[in-house]
């Protein structure tokens, strides 16, 4: 049995069920959110958000994010989710 941290996570930094499916260099894509990789900005959006609002807009403003990568996750999510990212910026 895996240990599990105060905040719920076990060692991957996931909660219990939870899968990851996918990550690139800044961020992953797990069953239930896309979040920074662990270790990172601690940054994680629910992936039913992802179609409300546009957020390769409103994160590239941001000096952290690597603009390119969070374009390729949200691709990505578009995929091998059922959920479609809204957005405007971007190529998608």
């Known amino acids: 049995m895996s240990e599990i941290n ?4 076990d060692k ?5 069920g ?3 499916l996918w990550r690139n260099s ?3 894509i797990t069953t239930t959110h896309l979040e920074t990789v662990p270790g990172t900005r601690g940054y994680w959006i629910f992936l039913t958000s992802l179609e409300h609002g546009d ?5 590239s403003g941001k000096r952290w994010v690597d ?7 949200l ?3 578009a995929e ?12 998608l």
């Open 80 to 91: 091998l989710t059922s959920i479609k990212p809204r957005l405007t910026g971007g190529t």
């Open 67 to 73: 603009v390119a990568a969070l374009e390729e996750a």
């Open 18 to 20: 939870e899968k990851e």
């Open 55 to 59: 957020w390769l807009k409103h994160l």
């Open 6 to 9: 105060e905040h719920g996570l």
């Open 75 to 77: 691709l990505k999510v």
């Open 26 to 28: 800044q961020w992953r």
């Open 12 to 16: 991957n930094g996931l909660h219990t």
